[in-house]
């Protein structure tokens, strides 16, 4: 048997693991045989529905005609307010599993592998006798008991494990004694017996067409691999080289990869899926339910020319954007970051040649300083986010790009699927800190005084002046105009303040613009989104994000524009610099009426270095 280390790995899978979960949350279903019902797909099997014959992925209406025969159902995955299906349940009882996995003495490192599956390093406690690696699986074999026993006890869930040297043997080990088993492999005797009984098709990577190909020549278990070579897979078979010579160490029970920590996904996601055409729902899930806004027991097409479809689309919207904060939400309170995008997709569909066209909105995701101003009258639930402004801000911004999306899209085409996405993660504290709006403004009074010059100490101002608490999140280029300050009060030599007065004060007054520029934009898209202050009374008005209205957030970039240009004057005169201004232009790269800055899809275009702002 061959292993990457000394400690055996576990592999934990829970058994059928939707239809566990659906039926904690529905007594009910204990006893039958059921399947799960996703659209017009079955998504889950348990054990006594496919002995009668149901398989994943069978069409939903001849599952029921298997089921009825013995009495069982086709069950429909869980789904919100509004029709909406939703994975949070499912999301919810795996983290608690994999919380509770931390909690074994003797579990090393974990690897999470799927929503219902986990890898785990055995780690021998300080003080325990080992004798050889036969000691190890016998030590490993007793976590994998003590783990199936407390799981099941406490969270309701039956779960099967693999142990092995490595991890492909280990899953494929969990696999073979599916449902409620533990199998060791402990020896090469006991890792033929697997890999003689078990599938090409069970191999890592080996679906489709690799299994098509395998088993055209002959190749149907993965013992039956080992009498090919990695160059007869790659000559005679046309595998890639680096595949063929997998394929053959995986065949004789070669796996290095180690089990290892994953890091958090890089973007967070939800989507809808809307049927192109009419369905009539099951009887089973319900007459009353209305789906996206559309007619009760119909699955009902959203086309984006119809007369309803802002109201149904912005209700949806509202759904959504409650889900994908409360996923952010919860990946606050785990990994201690926050997203600083917020992506909007809608795809479009045309049922006569089945064509299908895309468009995708972004813009800053809210910042989390708006969770302090809570509407208590909403129900503001401090755990998800709800009922604050930084959902309503959420559901404006996605209102405000659905608008630009769909302008880009077909009248009539069938709007089949939404998605929401937040990513570009940053760590929490730094989407937390607030901006500076006002930094030129107090620029003088923490630069230092020049020689003989007294600053009386009540006029002094902390480097916090003008901060508002009420903002989007400061950029990274915004911080290093904090450095670059830093940088000018401690540096002593003329010439070399100088060089660091010229950047600094560039950099200050570009971070300055463009955040002030980003929030018009801003505020105009949350102006803009006012009309739908209906849905579902969720968006209020749009008004009560910010204090400042767009005119007088355009009179301040114009303020900064003209204090950069006199500040940049005075100081370049206290370091002896006497340049004409257009030199200064000119060795700054400023260009009179030709910069423009553009605050994302959708939204507004300031042009701006003295010229006119509309």
Known sequence: ??????????????DTFFCQVEQNLHPSLKGKAFAIQQHQDIIAVNYAARAAGVKKHMGPKEARTLLSKVGGVVHHVHMEAGGRVSYKPYRDVSKVLISRLRQFAGVGVIEKASIDEAYILFKLESGQPLHGPMAAMQQAAQLAGTIRQAVLQELSLVVSVGIASNKMLAKLASQAIKPDGILVIDGDPAMQNLLKTTAVSRLPRCGGKVTDTLTLAGINTVTDLQAWSAQQLQQDLGFAADQAKQLSEWSHGFDASPVAERPPPKTLSIQMTLTPIPLVMHPSMGRDIAVAGGKAGLLEPLPIGAANFRERLDGLL?????????????DKMEEDRWPQKFELQMRAFRNSDRKSKTAVRSCSFPSP???????????FNAETGSGSKLEMALVANAVKLSKGAAAGLPETWNLVQVEMAATNFASYAAAAAPCIHKFLQHSKSRRSPSAGQHIPEDQQQSPAAGVTDDTANCSARQQSVLLSSEALLSSEAPRQRESVLQATQQHQYEAERDSMAGEIGQVAARQDARQCSDVGGHLQDSSMYHGVDIEQQRQMLREIELRHSSGRQRSLSQVGMKRTHANQQSKLGVKQNKSEHTTGPGQRTITSLFGKVP
Do not use: E, N, Q
Request: net charge negative; aromatic share 0%.
């Open 318 to 330: 509202v759904a959504m954007g409650a889900d994908i904060l409360g996923r952010v939400m919860g």
């Open 369 to 379: 300083a708006l969770l302090a101003a809570a509407d208590s009258s909403a129900g």
């Open 1 to 14: 048997m061959h292993s990457t280390g000394a400690s055996p790995v576990l592999h934990i899978d829970v």
